[in-house]
């Protein structure tokens, strides 16, 4: 039996996913957070969160890593640790430096920052000689006003290091660019309380479905387990509507998308690890958007493991623990899985969700879960604005996605200032 140390996590789906896997993998954990109370919210379910079930729960500043890296080492002499694990974006490069530090496996710390960080991703893929957007990396107004006329409007602005969709903005002219510069210079700590780094990374827009590229890396080797696609709402926005796994493309396509991906991996240093690279299809061939050395969010993982029999959460863990995994797909029965959201019409206060009914008797769906009454929302702007999801599957077919897409179609979001307004 191995002893993972958790360091903190997100609070979705693999919040539940990474301890489950680690206790059916027949290991243990210990959890280490800065903010125990981040992980008792409401809203999370039913009963004592996954996370809070460790054998241990510790509390420790996670922010800081000169601070952190002898408090560990002392932890490790007394409970030891096989491995070092996170879910959460912002502690991914703590993950790998901790477990580099113990001297317990894990990617190469740099490699982890290289892939995290948009900026230094790009200008690592770039190096390598891959194609890719044309880009450019600037730190205030003035430096940002003068790039953008080099690239030329349309542009995407992105935050380096920001998750979910965060402030990714598309922009036509230099208004748009302003309003999307101050909206994330007056964001300069991120919800863990890191302080972000000050930069802007401008680049060219590319044109074409989005898709992503789920892959293993053992010792360098990277194995793929396949291509999912991603549906997303309108512009200015890129937030995610839904994903299916596999993807409905040709054989082409998909293996340009996967020796994209590898050479991009390759570009990063990255050598050991579960990773979800999004692209996008162009004319000219697929295109990096970026790399995330961690299994997929929004319930991926989930919609591989129901294709393919591989559970990329227990993946993670293993190798995190030095162990091999074994990633051969088998059949499961099923032909094609998919999750579809349902974003908030609006801002405002949720009076109710209508038409789960269908939800809770229909065969083909797998997992549906809707926000209470009484959540408050914002717009639609990033991934973290969901209202609820429906999970499907299709034996016979890659009919998975559209029938999702059918069944949130057919919910519908009440408000409560709507209910108020009725009764004046």
């Known amino acids: ?65 000169d601070m952190l890296l002898p408090q560990v080492q002392r932890l490790h002499e007394v409970l030891r640790f096989d491995g070092v694990v996170t879910s959460c974006d912002y502690y991914l490069g703590t993950a790998a430096r901790l477990a ?46 003068v790039a953008a006329r080099t690239l030329g409007f349309p542009l995407v602005i992105k935050p380096v290091d920001l998750c979910a969709g965060m402030f990714v903005r598309l922009v036509a002219d230099r208004t748009q660019l302003r309003e999307a510069f101050d909206a994330l210079d007056a964001f300069p700590v991120n919800a863990r309380g890191q302080q972000r780094l000050p930069l802007v990374l401008l680049e060219e827009v590319l044109v074409g479905p989005e898709v992503s590229v789920e892959t293993v890396t053992v010792d360098g080797a990277t194995t793929v387990l396949g291509v999912t696609d991603k549906s997303l709402a309108g512009e200015p926005w890129f937030v995610e509507t839904g994903h299916m796994f596999p993807a409905a493309l040709d054989a082409a396509t998909v293996t340009a998308v996967c020796d994209m991906t590898v050479a991009a991996l390759a570009a990063v240093g990255y050598d050991r690890g579960v990773a979800h690279t999004e692209l996008r299809l162009t004319a000219a061939g697929p295109r990096v958007v970026e ?13 591989v493991r129901r294709v393919t029999g591989v559970d990329l959460p227990m993946v993670f863990t293993q190798l995190a623990l030095g162990e091999q995994p074994d990633i051969a797909v088998t059949g499961t ?48 702007v990033s991934n973290n604005t969901y209202l609820g999801h429906v999970m499907t599957v299709d034996t016979a077919a890659l009919g998975a996605r559209a029938r999702a897409e059918e069944l949130v179609a057919g ?10 307004g009725a009764l004046a």
């Open 100 to 145: 580099a530090h113990l001297g317990l496996p894990s990617p190469r710390p740099d490699a982890v920052e290289y892939a995290c960080r948009k900026d230094l991703a790009r200008q690592r893929m770039q190096v390598a000689g891959l194609p890719g957007p044309a880009f450019a990396i600037t730190e205030d107004w003035p430096g940002t006003e």
């Open 333 to 380: 029965g099923v032909r094609s899985a998919a999750i579809s959201f349902l974003l908030p019409p609006r801002a405002g206060t949720v009076a109710g969700i209508e038409g789960t009914a269908t939800l809770a008797v229909a065969d083909d769906v797998v997992d549906w879960a809707v926000k209470p009454a009484g959540h408050r929302t914002g717009d639609a």
């Open 291 to 303: 790399i995330n050395p961690r299994p997929a969010g929004n319930q991926i993982t989930e919609l």
């Open 1 to 65: 039996m191995g002893h993972a140390l958790v360091i903190e996590s997100w609070v979705g789906a693999m919040s539940t996913l990474l301890p489950r896997a680690i206790r059916e993998a027949g290991h243990r954990f210990t959890f280490l957070t800065r903010n125990l109370h981040h992980y008792l919210r409401p809203g999370s379910g039913e009963g004592v969160h996954p996370l809070l079930l460790a054998d241990n729960v510790i509390t420790a500043e996670t922010n800081d890593l």
């Open 411 to 420: 919910l519908g979001v009440r408000y409560a200032d709507d209910l108020a």
